[in-house]
C-alpha cells in the first residue's frame, strides 16, 4: 500500500481516536459562537496505517504524545521544519522490525571489504542515474558519465563520485553561478528540502529494515546520525533533481520555497521509479532496498536493488 505524506503548515491541533489521526484548526477551536455540530464537521480524519511521512512546519501545531506513539508504533516518519520552512528534525521509531537485535548482529559484523563493494555498487547505479538525468535534462549524451561509472573501483578509491558530481551539477543547471552547496543560491534551497524528504523516507525504510540508521557503510561522522541513509539515497538522489529541474523550467518562481513548490517536492515519496524491472512508487522502492541491503549483511545477496532510471 501507498503510505501518504501529511504537511501541516498552518496552526492546527493533531490528537489520535479509534487508531485515526484528528486534525483540528484552532481558530476553530476556540470559537465558542460556532455550534459544536459545525465544529465536529470541522474535524478531519485520517487512519493512522494510511501515513508514511508527516511534515510539521507551524510553530502553532500542537501534537499530542498519542499520536507520537502511533506514528512510530506505525514506522512513521515525523519531520520538523524550522523558521524558515527547512526540515531540521527527524523522529523514528525505535524498533522497526521483530528480528532486530540479529538483524543489528549481521549489520555491526558486515566486514571492510563488503562495505567497500557496497559502495562500489552505490556510487556506480548513482552515476548511471545522473547520466539519465543529464539525457533526459539536456537531450545529449555524456560519454564521459558512463565511462566514469565504469571506472568506479571497491570504496571508490579514485573518487569518481566527485568527478561525475562536478561536471553534473555544471551541465544540468545553467544557471550563472550556481554552484551545488548547502548554502548556495537556488535552487539549492529546492535540493536541500527534496533531499531532507528523500533521507527520511529512507531512514524509515531502513528503520523497517530493522537496521542502524546510524552505522554507514562509507559515511562515518560522529555527529551524523543517519549515516547509513546517507549512503542509500545516493542512488535516489538523480529522481530528486530531475523534479527540481522540471521546477525550475516550468516559470514558477523559485527564490523562496513556496507552498506549490512544496506540495511538488513532498511528492517524492510517490514519485515512479524503475527497480527490478518494475514499475514502483520511490517509499516502495526504498523499502526494497533496504531489505536488500539487509540480505547483502547476512550473506543472502551480494548487491543491493537500486533503481535505474
Given at each position: 500500500?501507498?503510505?501518504?505524506?501529511?504537511?501541516?503548515?498552518?496552526?492546527?491541533?493533531?490528537?489520535?481516536?479509534?487508531?485515526?489521526?484528528?486534525?483540528?484548526?484552532?481558530?476553530?477551536?476556540?470559537?465558542?459562537?460556532?455550534?459544536?455540530?459545525?465544529?465536529?464537521?470541522?474535524?478531519?480524519?485520517?487512519?493512522?496505517?494510511?501515513?508514511?511521512?508527516?511534515?510539521?512546519?507551524?510553530?502553532?501545531?500542537?501534537?499530542?504524545?498519542?499520536?507520537?506513539?502511533?506514528?512510530?508504533?506505525?514506522?512513521?516518519?515525523?519531520?520538523?521544519c524550522d523558521s524558515k520552512s527547512m526540515p531540521v528534525g527527524l523522529l523514528l521509531p525505535l524498533y522497526g522490525n521483530t528480528t532486530q537485535n540479529e538483524r543489528f548482529r549481521h549489520q555491526l559484523d558486515a566486514s571492510v571489504p563488503l562495505m567497500k563493494q557496497l559502495w562500489q555498487q552505490t556510487i556506480k547505479v548513482k552515476i548511471e542515474n545522473q547520466a539519465r538525468v543529464l539525457e533526459k535534462c539536456t537531450g545529449e549524451v555524456f560519454k564521459c558519465m558512463k565511462v566514469w561509472s565504469s571506472e568506479v573501483r571497491s570504496g571508490d578509491s579514485e573518487n569518481?563520485?566527485?568527478?561525475?558530481?562536478?561536471?553534473?551539477?555544471?551541465?544540468?543547471?545553467?544557471?550563472?553561478?550556481?554552484?551545488?552547496?548547502?548554502?548556495?543560491?537556488?535552487?539549492?534551497?529546492?535540493?536541500?528540502?527534496?533531499?531532507?524528504?528523500?533521507?527520511?523516507?529512507?531512514?524509515?525504510?531502513?528503520?523497517?529494515?530493522?537496521?542502524?540508521?546510524?552505522?554507514?557503510?562509507?559515511?562515518?561522522?560522529?555527529?551524523?546520525?543517519?549515516?547509513?541513509?546517507?549512503?542509500?539515497?545516493?542512488?535516489?538522489?538523480?529522481?530528486?533533481?530531475?523534479?527540481?529541474?522540471?521546477?525550475?523550467?516550468?516559470?514558477?518562481?523559485?527564490?523562496?520555497?513556496?507552498?506549490?513548490?512544496?506540495?511538488?517536492?513532498?511528492?517524492?515519496?510517490?514519485?515512479?521509479?524503475?527497480?527490478?524491472?518494475?514499475?514502483?512508487?520511490?517509499?516502495?522502492?526504498?523499502?526494497?532496498?533496504?531489505?536488500?541491503?539487509?540480505?547483502?549483511?547476512?550473506?543472502?545477496?551480494?548487491?543491493?536493488?537500486?533503481?535505474?532510471?
Amino acid at each position: 500500500m501507498i503510505k501518504k505524506t501529511l504537511y501541516f503548515g498552518n496552526p492546527a491541533y493533531l490528537s489520535l481516536r479509534d487508531a485515526q489521526l484528528v486534525i483540528k484548526l484552532p481558530e476553530v477551536v476556540k470559537n465558542d459562537t460556532l455550534p459544536e455540530r459545525f465544529k465536529q464537521k470541522a474535524e478531519v480524519t485520517k487512519p493512522i496505517e494510511d501515513i508514511g511521512v508527516v511534515v510539521l512546519d507551524n510553530k502553532q501545531i500542537t501534537v499530542t504524545s498519542g499520536v507520537l506513539e502511533a506514528l512510530l508504533e506505525n514506522n512513521c516518519a515525523v519531520i520538523t521544519c524550522d523558521s524558515k520552512s527547512m526540515p531540521v528534525g527527524l523522529l523514528l521509531p525505535l524498533y522497526g522490525n521483530t528480528t532486530q537485535n540479529e538483524r543489528f548482529r549481521h549489520q555491526l559484523d558486515a566486514s571492510v571489504p563488503l562495505m567497500k563493494q557496497l559502495w562500489q555498487q552505490t556510487i556506480k547505479v548513482k552515476i548511471e542515474n545522473q547520466a539519465r538525468v543529464l539525457e533526459k535534462c539536456t537531450g545529449e549524451v555524456f560519454k564521459c558519465m558512463k565511462v566514469w561509472s565504469s571506472e568506479v573501483r571497491s570504496g571508490d578509491s579514485e573518487n569518481m563520485e566527485a568527478r561525475a558530481a562536478a561536471f553534473y551539477w555544471k551541465n544540468l543547471f545553467l544557471i550563472e553561478g550556481f554552484t551545488r552547496g548547502r548554502d548556495g543560491i537556488p535552487p539549492n534551497n529546492l535540493l536541500n528540502y527534496g533531499y531532507a524528504i528523500l533521507r527520511a523516507v529512507v531512514a524509515r525504510g531502513l528503520v523497517s529494515s530493522g537496521l542502524l540508521p546510524t552505522l554507514g557503510i562509507h559515511h562515518h561522522n560522529r555527529y551524523n546520525a543517519y549515516c547509513l541513509a546517507d549512503d542509500i539515497m545516493e542512488p535516489y538522489r538523480p529522481y530528486v533533481d530531475e523534479l527540481v529541474y522540471d521546477i525550475v523550467n516550468s516559470g514558477l518562481e523559485y527564490e523562496v520555497l513556496s507552498k506549490e513548490i512544496k506540495a511538488k517536492l513532498l511528492t517524492i515519496p510517490t514519485l515512479e521509479v524503475n527497480i527490478s524491472g518494475k514499475r514502483s512508487p520511490l517509499m516502495i522502492a526504498v523499502g526494497q532496498t533496504t531489505a536488500s541491503l539487509y540480505k547483502c549483511f547476512n550473506g543472502e545477496l551480494r548487491k543491493i536493488i537500486y533503481p535505474e532510471m
